[in-house]
């Protein structure tokens, strides 16, 4: 049975290789430029100076352990091509040698979320344990951003589903500590941090004073030893503040340039109706110094009317609306439900967080696979939200070239989707039927009528309002591709942008809405 499971692993993660080598010459980000730079900085520069370098303006915003990780790489990229990592004459270095390395390099570190997924799945069934792998490793919201885009975004979800894994073993010490070096390699997965407290504190710190004290001083020192490796050195040299600013940069302003769709958005918008009404009227609304058409909120004066919105403001939104599970996980830790929590915790930290990027709604899709394959519910929740939440990240891939390809990944993988749930759980739905009808003494009736009539009718991956909405994604994308240019012309460049991140954000808030009430319904 391991080898059936290791051969599955082998042939999704065979597929999606390939498919991930076939976009290596596709259209690249800044983030590329980057990660080289980081490459080059620390091969070259000291560890003191990693954080205080200005030689570049993509200076090192991440936790020291990903920082390690990029001299990890760099010492097998100066044997591939010393320029990759000159610190001067690399910059903006675009040879194929650079290209193919550093794509590679997010070929073979997403071994890590391989290893996360095969964790979870190995003691499912048949049916969700390939379901599962089609999910996540099929992800075309990771193929576009990771191995188009570029980042190491499906690295960084392997560590926390490695974590989620060890939480649903009820091997608590190792969640916490494979959590703690997520935290040291991406900061921004700390929005889960009030659930893996709450949680670990009720489920693996209880049984007693004596006890449970034991266990808080284990895990303390385990997440300690994470943290004092991570930033120890920096610590040492002085430079622990000079880290902190780098990773938290507030001022940056609540929104990121492409405003990801959450509930800032809908603020946003408020903001500049009432001011456009209230200066129709007469009033002198003074304009913000931000940037409408270019979606960039700064920090000085954002907003022409509503309340300022400040990093302290999202931060009590964000616990505010993580506290149903912060609840039940004080009330009732229960292992079977910690994906489904620590998804939510992700889903509220997009929707509320501080100059959230779109690419975050990763943090809870990915988890939310997990899940999806227990239940008929979770199926149609998922099926929806994937859709939603990689349709928000076109406007990452604007080239035309690339325009094909993504609209591709998302229908083929919306298919496969539609017809593994819609096989698998009309076949449960025709077996539950079957099993009821033999309980009232109607075994003939079954075989012949309702059996039949339950498996042609099939379920229904999405009513007719989910469908209504994914085909109002339709018309965003028609009207931003064809009728726009057509019809404006120029004017308003900002629009299509807009639009698609006000329209997948109807999509997100119902998640959240969707999730809220099953976790304070059902867990």
């Given amino acids: 049975m391991e080898r059936v499971r290791l051969v599955d692993l082998f042939w999704f993660a065979g597929i999606a290789t390939c498919i991930k080598l076939l976009l290596i010459p596709s259209y690249r980000s800044t983030d590329f430029e980057v990660h080289r730079h980081w490459l080059a900085l620390t091969s070259s520069l000291p560890l003191s100076h990693w ?18 990780f990029e001299q990890f790489l760099s010492f097998f990229a100066h044997f591939i091509d010393p320029k990759i990592v000159d610190l001067h004459e690399g910059l903006n270095y675009t040879a194929d040698s650079v290209i193919y390395f550093q794509r590679l390099s997010v070929i073979v570190s997403d071994l890590c979320l391989y290893y996360g997924v095969y964790r979870l799945s190995r003691n499912l069934g048949f049916w969700r344990r390939k379901m599962l792998l ?6 075309p919201a990771l193929f576009i951003v990771d191995h188009m885009h570029f980042q190491y975004n499906g690295f960084l979800l392997g560590v926390l589903l490695i974590s989620l894994s060890f939480l649903e073993e009820e091997k608590d010490l190792m969640g916490g500590f494979v959590f703690a070096i997520l935290l040291c390699s991406k900061h921004l997965f700390a929005v889960a941090a009030p659930v893996y407290f709450v949680y670990l504190l009720r489920h693996y710190c209880g049984g007693g004073f004596v006890k449970g004290c034991g266990r808080f001083l284990m895990m303390g020192v385990a997440v300690g030893m994470v943290f004092i490796v991570a930033f120890g050195p920096f610590l040492y040299y002085g430079q622990i503040q000079q880290v902190i600013s780098r990773m938290f940069p507030f001022g940056r302003g609540l929104c990121h340039a492409y405003w990801a769709p959450n509930f800032w958005v809908f603020y946003i918008i408020l903001d500049k109706v009432i001011a456009f009404m209230l200066r129709k009227l007469g009033f002198n609304i003074k304009a913000p110094l931000a940037s409408f058409t270019g979606g960039l909120v700064g920090d000085s004066s ?12 999202t931060a009590i939104s964000v616990v505010v609306a993580m506290s149903p599970c912060l609840i039940k996980a004080w009330k009732e830790p229960r292992r079977e439900h ?4 620590i998804a939510y915790a992700y889903t509220c930290g997009f929707l509320f967080g501080w100059h959230v990027h779109e690419k975050a709604s990763l943090h809870f899709v990915i988890p939310l696979a997990v899940v ?33 390809i993504k609209v591709l990944l998302l229908l083929l993988h919306s298919l496969l989707m539609w017809a593994g749930f819609t096989s698998h759980f009309s076949k449960v739905k025709a077996s539950k039927t079957s099993v009821l009808t033999r309980k009232q003494g109607e075994i003939k009736e079954s075989r ?4 039949s009539d339950t498996a042609k009718e099939g379920v229904v991956v999405v009513g007719w309002v989910g469908m209504s909405y994914l085909l109002g994604l339709l018309v965003v994308e028609l009207w931003g591709v064809i009728l726009q240019p057509y019809i404006l012309g120029d004017s308003l460049p900002f629009l299509p942008l807009m639009l698609v991140s006000i329209y997948c954000s109807l999509g997100i808030m119902y998640s959240w809405l969707w999730q809220v009430k099953w976790i304070i ?3």
């Fill in 51 to 68: 954080y205080s370098d200005e030689t570049s303006p993509w200076t090192l915003d991440y936790p020291p352990l990903f920082a390690y």
């Fill in 134 to 139: 089609v999910l996540i490793l099929w992800s």
């Fill in 302 to 313: 954002p907003f022409a009317v509503l309340p300022q919105v400040t990093p302290l403001v």
């Fill in 338 to 341: 910690i994906t489904r929590w």
């Fill in 372 to 404: 999806a394959v227990q239940s008929m519910e979770d199926a149609q929740h998922f099926f929806l939200l994937s859709i939603v939440s990689c349709y928000s990240m076109f406007p990452l891939l604007f080239e035309a070239k690339e325009y094909p």
């Fill in 448 to 451: 012949q009528g309702k059996y």
């Fill in 521 to 523: 319904k059902y867990t």
